[in-house]
């Protein structure tokens, strides 16, 4: 998916090297995506880090950040809907089939219990107040 992503937009963000060890710390992923495409350059940002905990700390926070991220649903399903209307390849969005019929398609519409009994305005209430013990009636005129 991200090779079809890159293929179609280039670059959009460097791999992350580090001067200390030469491992990739971010972008494992574009990496692979690359090797699919067969590309024999790609751009690398390469960054100092002062130890070696602070490279793994930054190779462990760049995925684990991402997992924590949130989406709006309702700006995605916004999004989404405009990029279908304008016939825009939905895969590039990173989404397979199923999820993105789910996500056009929102929440199902509310049904009450089976057990849920009807109710209307004419049905007798008594009300008491439970700091002052006024009643008084709600039964209908």
């Known amino acids: 998916m991200l090779a079809k992503v890159i293929a179609h937009q280039g670059w959009r963000s460097p791999i992350v090297v580090s001067k ?5 710390v971010s972008g494992h992923g574009r990496y692979e995506a690359a090797k699919v495409l067969g590309l ?12 070696d905990a602070d490279e793994w700390a930054h190779l462990v926070a760049d995925n684990r ?12 399903k916004g999004v989404l809907g405009e990029l279908k209307a304008a016939d825009f390849d939905l895969d590039l969005t ?4 199923n999820a993105l019929a789910g996500l056009l398609a929102g ?35």
């Open 20 to 24: 200390r060890s030469g491992f990739i």
């Open 40 to 51: 024999a350059a790609v751009p690398v940002d390469f960054q100092e880090f002062a130890t």
């Open 65 to 76: 950040l991402a997992e924590l991220a949130e989406a709006d649903s309702a700006a995605l």
């Open 94 to 97: 990173g989404f397979d089939a």
């Open 107 to 141: 929440p199902p519409e509310p049904t009450p219990p089976e057990d849920f009994k009807s109710v209307d305005e004419n049905v007798p209430t008594e009300f008491q107040c439970p700091k002052c013990a006024f009643r008084w009636s709600g039964k209908p005129s």
